[in-house]
């Protein structure tokens, strides 16, 4: 064990120095940088023949879904893969329907809800 801090640093079987606390913290940090700079929260929609190119070359299942999907919708948007993702994806659609006010029974079940919820956290 050793460092050039003058503490001991743990190491693997193999010899190799096990990275620090603040180095994994550090390298966390900039991956999520990475990721944050690379891919919005949210894309604009697509057509969902993207889904379907993104398949072309997998299992024969995965393209019938793809293409199944592809028939019942007219389009999708990608959602940043940092753990959030469907948690985004899920609001931004509850939103985008509450926008369009096309769904009052929704906003309200949804309304109640919030509030159950809210009464439970309490």
Do not use: W
């Amino acid at each position: 064990m050793s460092s050039h801090d003058g503490h001991a640093q743990p190491v693997t079987g193999d010899g190799a120095a096990r990275p620090t606390d603040r180095e994994i913290v550090e390298q966390m940090n900039k991956l999520q940088e990475e990721i944050s700079t690379a891919e919005p929260l949210l894309s604009s929609q697509l057509p969902m023949q993207a889904l379907v190119d993104e398949f072309d070359g997998a299992s024969e299942a995965f393209r019938l879904k793809a293409a199944h999907l592809a028939d019942s919708y007219a389009g999708m948007r990608r959602a940043r893969r940092d753990g959030n993702c469907f948690v985004r994806a899920a609001a931004f659609q509850l939103l985008a329907k509450f926008i369009g006010g096309r769904n009052t029974a929704l906003l309200e079940r949804t309304r109640a809800a919030f509030k159950r919820t809210s009464e439970v956290l309490k």
